[in-house]
């Protein structure tokens, strides 16, 4: 028993010194350059961007008890166009 004693200090003294090692170990993996500026878009990111926004402006619609497909006489029609028209430009995009 006396053995496990006399190695609890040492271990307590070399705490600090273990956890600014981890430390640094972490953030030097956080200091390189992003690597996501060395892609360019695919001729097929519209088509992505226009079925995520669709699919998101259904979930809005569907969220606030709207129809899905509302006909072009009512609100919601607008409601829905506006709504998708500022997922695109988020996206990116903007009107043709």
């Given amino acids: 028993m006396t053995g496990s004693t006399a190695a609890c200090p040492r271990l307590l003294t070399a705490l600090p010194a273990l956890a600014c090692l981890s430390a640094l170990a972490l953030l030097s993996g956080c200091s390189s350059a992003p690597t ?10 519209p088509t992505v961007a226009y079925d995520e926004c669709t699919e998101q402006v259904d979930n809005a619609m569907r969220l606030r008890g709207y129809p899905l497909r509302p006909l072009p006489e009512t609100p919601q029609f607008g409601y829905r166009k506006e709504i998708f028209a500022l997922c695109m430009r988020r996206k990116g995009y903007t009107a043709e």
Wanted: hydrophobic letters at 30%; aromatic letters at 20%; charged letters at 30%.
């Fill in 36 to 45: 996501y500026r060395e892609w360019t878009a695919s001729p097929d990111v």
